[in-house]
T-cell receptor, first 112, second 112 residues
């Protein structure tokens, strides 16, 4: 089946620093999604990307749909303590029976 | 009120017991999913349902069963719980034409 490699697995940064994480796959996806899971809660959608090369921002977050359709990147600028959580990428392809494939997550810790 | 609710939020049980986790949604979505989250392993799909009469196995369905009682309700059962089923369980919903999933708050299950 389709698998996603998400890296890094964890990050420890100082408040104010920028963050970058990425997902790669051996398969092509039609849609890339980035979710954030706050401690004790379920994941919530941050950004959805629908086209190869697309660059989309949501506040301090910017995500890109790779031109090969096999990767995606998420950047967080000027991190703040509430950015703490687990970030998941997810890929969707219309041949996968309506299911998304999730990465293993990047755990972000921000030190004040 | 939350769009996707899960009950119970926490459960401790013993090996061999039958357990049911319940999920309800008010989003009017046709599609519902059950995931399991273990540290470092991301979200793994257990079962999914695209309508009341459609139930499908995910990647880790062994030891689990589900029931879609209505469009808004999707239950996950562990017929005979075992310790390696200790995990965080999430229910999610999505519209039939969209890829975004909406997650419940999760149920933390501990099997002793």
């Amino acid at each position: 089946g389709q698998q996603l490699n998400q890296s890094p697995q964890s990050m420890f940064i100082q408040e104010g620093e920028d963050v970058s994480m990425n997902c790669t796959s051996s398969s092509i996806f039609n849609t890339w999604l980035w979710y954030k899971q706050d401690p004790g809660e379920g994941p919530v959608l941050l950004i959805a990307l629908y086209k190869a090369g697309e660059l989309t921002s949501n506040g301090r977050l910017t995500a890109q749909f790779g031109t090969t359709r096999k990767d995606s990147f998420l950047n967080i600028s000027a991190s703040i303590p509430s950015d703490v959580g687990i970030y998941f990428c997810a890929g969707y392809h219309n041949t996968n029976a309506g299911k998304s494939t999730f990465g293993d997550g990047t755990t972000l810790t921000v030190k004040p | 009120d939350a769009d996707v609710t899960q009950t119970p939020r926490n459960r401790i049980t013993k090996t061999g017991k039958r357990i049911m986790l319940e999920c309800s949604q008010t989003k009017g979505h046709d599609r519902m999913y059950w995931y399991r989250q273990d540290p470092g392993l991301g979200l793994r799909l257990i079962y999914y349902s695209f309508d009341v009469k459609d139930i499908n196995k995910g990647e880790i369905s062994d030891g689990y069963s589900v029931s879609r009682q209505a469009q808004a309700k999707f239950s996950l059962s562990l017929e005979s719980a075992i310790p390696n089923q200790t995990a965080l369980y999430f229910c999610a919903t999505s519209d039939s034409w969209a890829y975004t999933q909406y997650f419940g708050p999760g149920t933390r299950l501990t099997v002793l």
